[in-house]
C-alpha cells in the first residue's frame, strides 16, 4: 500500500512538473493561450512509453487534420459557432473511425481559439501549431525516464513459481490418498491472481522499451499460463481417482521429483526421461483385474500424459531463451 501511494505520489509530481514546464516555455515564446500548452502535456502523458508515444503519434495526424477542417469550415462558413459545429462533427466522425477518440477534445480546444480570436491568419495558425509541439513534447520528455522494472517482476514471478511448486507438492500429497476429502482448487485461483499481477508488470516492462526489447518476460508468463491449465486438468483427474493401483506411488514420486528440481533455469531433460520410461514401462505392465483398477490406472496414464506437457511447455522455453537474461 505505502508502494502505491508513493507511485502515485510521484505522478503527480511528475505531471504537475511537466504541466508547468510546458506553460513556461509557451510564456516565454509569447504564445497566446499558454496555459493550454500544459493542459495538452497533462493529457499526452500515459503510463508507459510506448503509450505514451502512440498516443502522441494519434494526436499529432488528428491535429493535422483538425487544422485543415478548421480552416475549410472557418473559410466556407464563416468564424461562427455554426461553421465550429460543423467542423466538430466532422472532426469527431473521422477521429472516432481512425481510433483516434482521444483526440478529440485537446485538439477541438486548439481549434476553438480561431472561434475566439475571430482570426484565422498564419500568426492563429503557428500559435497553435506551438502550443500543440510543446506540450505533446514535454508529455514525451517526462516519460522517456521509464524504466523496466525487472526487479518487480522478478518478485512476482518467484511468487508464481512458488504457487506452482506448492501446486505439484499438494498432488503428491493427495494422490497417495484414497479420500480427497479437503483437496479443492482454492490454489488455483490463487495462482491466477499472481499471474495476472506478474503479467501486467511484464506488459509495463514492455512497453517502456523501445529498444533492445526481448519477450522474456512475456513468453515466461504465457508458459506459466500453459502450465497452470495443465496444472488444472491434472487435479481434476486426481480427484476423481478413488482406488489406489500399484503405479499411483511411482507417479506420486515422480511429482516430488518435479518438486525437487523445480527451478526456473532447469530444462527439464532428465524429468522427461523418467517420465518417458514410466509411460513405457506402463504399458508393458498386465491388464487391470477390475473396472475400478482399469479408471484409475486410465487417470493415472493421463496424467502422465498432462505432466508431459507441463515439462514440455518447459523444456521449450529454456531452450528459446537459455539461462535467466
Known amino acids: 500500500m505505502r508502494w502505491i501511494k508513493g507511485f502515485h505520489l510521484v505522478k503527480a509530481f511528475k505531471i504537475a512538473l511537466a504541466a508547468v514546464l510546458s506553460i513556461l516555455t509557451a510564456n516565454l515564446l509569447g504564445l497566446r493561450y499558454a496555459v493550454t500548452a500544459g493542459i495538452i502535456t497533462v493529457l499526452s502523458i500515459q503510463n508507459t512509453k510506448r503509450e505514451t508515444l502512440k498516443t502522441a503519434r494519434n494526436r499529432g495526424l488528428a491535429f493535422l487534420c483538425a487544422l485543415i477542417l478548421a480552416f475549410l469550415c472557418y473559410s466556407l462558413f464563416g468564424l461562427g459557432v455554426g461553421a465550429f459545429i460543423i467542423y466538430l462533427f466532422l472532426f469527431?466522425?473521422?477521429?472516432?473511425?481512425?481510433?483516434?477518440?482521444?483526440?478529440?477534445?485537446?485538439?477541438?480546444?486548439?481549434?476553438?481559439?480561431?472561434?475566439?480570436?475571430?482570426?484565422?491568419?498564419?500568426?492563429?495558425?503557428?500559435?497553435?501549431?506551438?502550443?500543440?509541439?510543446?506540450?505533446?513534447?514535454?508529455?514525451?520528455?517526462?516519460?522517456?525516464?521509464?524504466?523496466?522494472?525487472?526487479?518487480?517482476?522478478?518478485?512476482?514471478?518467484?511468487?508464481?513459481?512458488?504457487?506452482?511448486?506448492?501446486?505439484?507438492?499438494?498432488?503428491?500429497?493427495?494422490?497417495?490418498?484414497?479420500?480427497?476429502?479437503?483437496y479443492n482448487a482454492d490454489c488455483f485461483g490463487r495462482l491466477e491472481e499472481k499471474l495476472g499481477l506478474a503479467k501486467e508488470c511484464a506488459l509495463r516492462n514492455w512497453n517502456n522499451t523501445l529498444w533492445s526489447q526481448s519477450s522474456y518476460e512475456l513468453d515466461y508468463i504465457r508458459m506459466r499460463e500453459n502450465q497452470s491449465r495443465v496444472l488444472r486438468n491434472i487435479y481434476d483427474s486426481i480427484v476423481?481417482?478413488?482406488?489406489?493401483?500399484?503405479?499411483?506411488?511411482?507417479?506420486?514420486?515422480?511429482?516430488?521429483?518435479?518438486?525437487?528440481?523445480?527451478?526456473?533455469?532447469?530444462?527439464?531433460?532428465?524429468?522427461?526421461?523418467?517420465?518417458?520410461?514410466?509411460l513405457a514401462d506402463m504399458k508393458q505392465e498386465n491388464l487391470p483385474k477390475s473396472r475400478e483398477e482399469f479408471e484409475a490406472r486410465a487417470l493415472l496414464f493421463y496424467t502422465l500424459m498432462q505432466l508431459e506437457e507441463?515439462?514440455?511447455?518447459?523444456?521449450?522455453?529454456?531452450?528459446?531463451?537459455?539461462?535467466k537474461r
Not at 472561434?115 to 495558425?125: A, G, K, P, V, W
Not at 507441463?310 to 539461462?323: E, Q
Open 92 to 182: 469527431a466522425f473521422l477521429c472516432l473511425s481512425a481510433g483516434w477518440g482521444e483526440a478529440i477534445a485537446m485538439d477541438s480546444v486548439l481549434i476553438s481559439h480561431f472561434l475566439t480570436e475571430q482570426s484565422l491568419d498564419r500568426e492563429m495558425f503557428v500559435n497553435e501549431v506551438l502550443l500543440f509541439l510543446i506540450g505533446t513534447s514535454f508529455g514525451i520528455l517526462i516519460n522517456l525516464h521509464l524504466r523496466k522494472k525487472e526487479g518487480e517482476f522478478d518478485r512476482l514471478s518467484i511468487q508464481v513459481d512458488d504457487e506452482i511448486k506448492g501446486i505439484v507438492h499438494r498432488m503428491a500429497e493427495n494422490l497417495r490418498r484414497e479420500d480427497k476429502t479437503g
Open 240 to 278: 476423481r481417482i478413488r482406488m489406489l493401483p500399484a503405479q499411483t506411488m511411482q507417479v506420486a514420486d515422480f511429482f516430488e521429483e518435479i518438486e525437487a528440481q523445480y527451478h526456473r533455469d532447469n530444462d527439464v531433460e532428465e524429468l522427461l526421461t523418467i517420465l518417458k520410461n514410466m
Open 310 to 323: 507441463f515439462l514440455t511447455l518447459k523444456n521449450r522455453f529454456v531452450v528459446k531463451f537459455g539461462a
